[in-house]
């Protein structure tokens, strides 16, 4: 198992689209029957997705292509073999949600409201097409040594080299755990906690990116803009900021609110230090990757902790999806 025994399942369909598929089409259903729960109008998420799966994988593969261009530049037609792995998340985000408003738009419908029931499925998805970069041997982390205790699948994978193989983190897991994870959160707080329309989608980013954030320092294949930047880091840390200070601007007008006043001006310096943590050539040699990944999962846990607390509390009563909805 630490070595995937072929791409493809049953010898003629790659496990990499398989399990995109999979992912895909468990995240529609589940979206749809809370489409139905919320008596939104029959089949719309199922109209939404013949649009947003096509657009979100093309532009997951524009994203990856444009940053690691130089590897399609002598044969331009590998840009279409997507069964070899190349989608970059962020990509197919932007494009999927570019869409969304789109289709929103067209049929009367509310973006936010939209976004706060697809998202949840979206984590799915994630959590379970990861697993296409195990099979695709991509994906992988930090090499590691044969008696690292972590030299266990599936903390680890055996990646084919010259060599023959050697043990690497295997951050596709990693991701996909914490993937699943947001993606049990967001169901609880959809019922339970969340109490304006956005706010399930506002989370899904934040937690995503705070998770994304630590994994992408352990991943040996990064996007990097220029020579140093990692892009995932770079995004996920103006996401993570960008949702808190969301927070923070509707509580502003609240008595007593210098402790988040403090908390955001905590934030700040924290981000400038993630930021630099995030530029590997700042200091070159100062830190490795794993000890940046340790700052940087503090920095995440600070975050989401500051989240929480600016978001604070919500009454059952006040709970945007607890009930039907006309």
Known sequence: MATPSSRLFLGLVPWYGLLIVLGAALAVFHSDREAKRLLLPKDCILDLALWILPFGIIGARIYYVIF??????????????????????????????????????????????????????????????????????????????????????????????????????ATFFYE????????????????????????????????????????????????????????????????????????WFRKKKEKGCWPRFIIICLSLGLTVFALLLSLTSFYPGWNTPLVQARYLAVYSLIMILFAVFLYGRSDRSEVCYAHHQA
């Open 68 to 169: 690691t261009w130089p590897t399609f530049r002598t044969n331009p037609v590998s840009v279409l073999y997507l069964w070899e792995g190349g989608l970059a998340i962020y990509g197919g985000l932007i494009a999927g949600a570019a869409v969304l408003v789109l289709f929103c738009r067209k049929r009367k419908l509310s973006v936010l409201q939209m976004l706060d029931i697809i998202v949840p499925g979206v984590a799915l998805a994630q959590a379970i097409g990861r697993w296409g970069n195990y099979f695709n041997q991509e994906a992988f982390g930090l090499p590691l040594r044969d008696n690292s205790p972590l030299a266990f699948f599936p903390l680890a994978v055996l990646i084919r080299n010259e060599s023959g193989s050697s043990w690497h983190m």
């Open 176 to 247: 996909s755990s914490w993937d699943f994870l947001v993606f049990l959160f967001l169901l609880w707080g959809r019922r339970r906690w969340f109490r304006k329309r956005g706010d399930v989608f506002l989370f899904y980013l934040m937690l995503y990116s705070a998770g994304r954030l630590v994994i992408e320092n352990l991943r040996m294949d990064s996007l990097y803009l220029g020579s140093s930047v990692r892009i995932s880091q770079l995004l996920s840390i103006l996401i993570l900021i960008s949702v808190l200070a969301l927070f």
